[in-house]
């Protein structure tokens, strides 16, 4: 038996830290993501009724927000129904039934604004937009068995499998934005039709082919669409960050259903070249700057626009990309490397550092508004300089909003946090791995497995095992330095291999683990110029930064110095915060042989809470004395 991925709908996550969040989502973000889909015309788009000349003209990727979002509200639903919300959706079901042309494709824009032109530009997310629905159609039937979006979707993929695959009828080989293969993937597990498994090879195998002139704004890039080389021949990640974490997802779902070892070959290269060289201390992913040459009055400003990957440790804070749906991205790759190497942690170390840190930082804490860039420095000074001058680089917004012209990000937060328990187990026959430590009761048919935990806050983590008997294998954190284990109550050893321990559990028995969960100090590789001899602080899993609501402005002038980092907690943030010793240097003099040093303490709260009390400097990484 190969290993699988637990799946959500068969774990209840009952309390602590996700808890808090997948109730925020039901409550609060769901509908307010909607109220602004609905007041932007994202949902009206599909009745098709569109006139030229109104507001709201529809655009190329509108259909994909409304698919995660009803793959949101699928996940919410599957564990307690929602009749409002299901109603909203069966209506836009109907909307896709009665507006689909006889064929069977169905696109919102291009079939009120280009019918004529259908699969004709690459970069224009029609496959992606279908790869969507496809993930809602899914989980929607999955949850409610309602299978009306499932049948319509297989019908439009019919379609789409005789203009690429038979007829090669289209004016490209692969979308320029990835979607579709990983989702083809998925109704081939869900379905059981191997044709579906064969279109998504098909998308895959066609990449770097170049059969077909490029279209659209990218081309000539074709690595920004990840179309440079054929994907068993890419030697590192280039291109826009979420198309390639997207392909790569594809990528590791058909090495390991099709037993393909140069494909898995491929993902673990590109998967280990973005760990190792290309991505945050956050796991926030896509780094490249954005940069406007501002020419005469009456010319039109230069500007160029990446959200990729840069070259390999080229890591900038002040400027960085870091899309939320990036660090989402990063995410549902790991989970799908770790199927390929079950028994090495790593991958869900990486899961971990980014559900705590890039990801989350995406919502606001109360659950209504968004960054689709995530910051990794803010300098407001910096920022007025460059504005006040004109300067050319680009910074990105400092606080959250509820809805973007492109808001990709938004409906993703909304499915993600509800499905996030699919990234506590996988499994074979004889063992359990646990990969993440949430409050939970989880089913795996003739066994049972109950945690009991208050992670991230805490490192002891309570598993009682009911049923038949299995190994469970636990991940010991990267970031972990001491553990300690007892077994029905006493005290075991057991060894680490590759991040897992493992031990055989029979009927009721009960392994506690105690994680030692201190502040560590974090330096960077040398090699990343933005960090050179500086210091990050984490605590757990939380990446910790330091905001100038708490430490004044100027954050630039602060210096941490040695001494012991104290542990406390902000009741208003509700988080774990840091304390430490730290001096501000400042000078009356442009050059001079003494700094004045102003010891005071540092207060750091977890990097994903920041700029949710007001516009403020922040800074993840800090000069040391």
């Known amino acids: 038996m190969k290993c699988k991925n637990l799946t959500y709908e068969k774990i209840d996550i009952t309390d602590g830290f996700w808890k808090e969040r997948q109730d925020l989502v039901r409550e609060v973000t769901v509908w307010n993501v909607y109220k602004r889909f609905k007041e932007t015309g994202r949902f009206d788009a599909f009745k098709l009724n569109w006139k030229e000349g109104e507001p709201n003209r529809p655009h190329i990727f509108w259909d994909s927000d409304v698919a995660k979002w009803i793959e949101g509200v699928a996940y919410l639903t599957a564990k307690k129904r929602e009749p409002e919300l299901e109603a909203i959706v069966d209506e836009v079901v109907d909307d896709i039934e009665r507006g689909r042309a006889e064929d069977g494709y169905f696109n919102s824009y291009y079939l009120q604004i280009e019918p004529q032109n259908r699969f004709t530009v690459r970069d224009r997310h029609e496959l992606y937009c279908l790869g969507h629905l496809i993930e809602a159609a899914i989980a929607y039937d999955k949850a409610t068995q309602k299978g009306k979006l499932l049948s319509l979707v297989k019908d439009y993929v019919t379609l789409v499998k005789r203009v690429f695959m038979e007829e090669n009828a289209a004016a490209f080989e692969a979308p320029g934005h990835e979607e579709i293969e990983l989702a083809l993937v998925k109704l081939y597990d869900y379905t059981g039709d191997r044709q579906y498994l064969e279109l998504a090879a098909h998308f895959v195998n066609r990449r770097g082919q170049k059969g077909k002139p490029n279209q659209g704004w990218a081309q000539c890039n074709r690595g920004y669409e990840q179309d440079h080389l054929p994907v068993r021949e890419q030697p590192e990640a280039i291109g826009h960050a979420v198309r390639a974490v997207y392909l790569y997802c594809a990528m590791a779902d058909l090495a390991q259903r099709l037993e393909d070892d140069a ?6 290269r590109l998967y280990r070249n973005i760990i190792e060289k290309k991505m945050y201390i956050t796991g926030a992913i896509g780094s490249t700057r954005r940069y406007e040459v501002v020419k005469a009055p009456d010319e039109p400003t230069v500007s160029y626009f990446g959200e990729a990957f840069e070259e390999e440790y080229e890591l900038p804070n002040d400027s960085s990309y870091a899309e939320t749906c990036a660090a989402l991205g990063l995410a549902l790759f790991s989970r799908r490397m770790q199927l390929l190497s079950p028994a090495d942690a790593s991958y869900a170390d990486t899961v971990e550092r980014v559900l705590y840190n890039g990801f989350l930082s995406g919502m606001s804490l109360d659950g209504k508004a968004f960054f689709y860039v995530n910051s990794q420095e803010i300098d407001l000074e910096a920022r007025r300089r460059m504005r006040k001058f004109g300067r050319s680089e680009r910074h990105y917004p400092t606080e959250r909003v509820e809805i973007f012209n492109c808001s990709c990000c938004p409906p993703n937060v909304v499915r993600f946090i509800p499905s996030v328990a699919e990234f506590l187990y996988h499994y074979d026959e004889n063992t359990i ?68 321990a493992s031990i055989p559990m029979r009927d009721g028995d009960v392994l506690e683990l105690d994680l030692a969960m201190l502040p560590r100090r974090i330096y960077a590789n040398p090699n990343i110029r933005a960090n050179r001899g500086k210091v990050a602080l984490t605590y757990g899993p939380f990446v910790f930064c330091m905001e100038g609501v708490d430490n004044g402005e100027r954050l630039g002038e602060v210096r941490l110095t040695d001494g012991d980092v104290q542990v406390g907690f902000d009741p208003t943030l509700g988080l774990p915060v840091l304390f430490c010793p730290a001096v501000r240097e400042t000078a009356t003099e442009l050059y001079t042989d003494t700094l004045t040093q102003t010891p005071f303490t540092a207060k750091l709260i977890p990097s994903f809470a920041f700029a949710n009390r007001g516009e403020s400097d922040m800074r993840i990484w800090h000069e040391k004395v």
């Not at 494909?263 to 673990?268: I, V």
């Not at 990969?435 to 009761?441: K, P």
């Not at 598993?463 to 190994?471: A, D, F, I, P």
Request: proline share 5%.
């Open 263 to 268: 494909l898995k070959a491929a993902a673990e």
């Open 433 to 500: 791995y646990v990969n993440q430590y949430m409050q939970s009761d989880a089913d795996f048919g003739a066994t049972k497995l109950e945690q009991s935990t208050r992670y991230p806050y805490d490192g002891a983590v309570s598993l009682k095992l009911t049923g038949e008997s299995k190994t469970l294998a636990v991940r010991i954190p990267a970031w972990c330095k001491s553990f300690a284990f007892r077994h029905n109550g006493k005290p075991v050893t057991l060894p680490c291999v590759k991040g897992y």
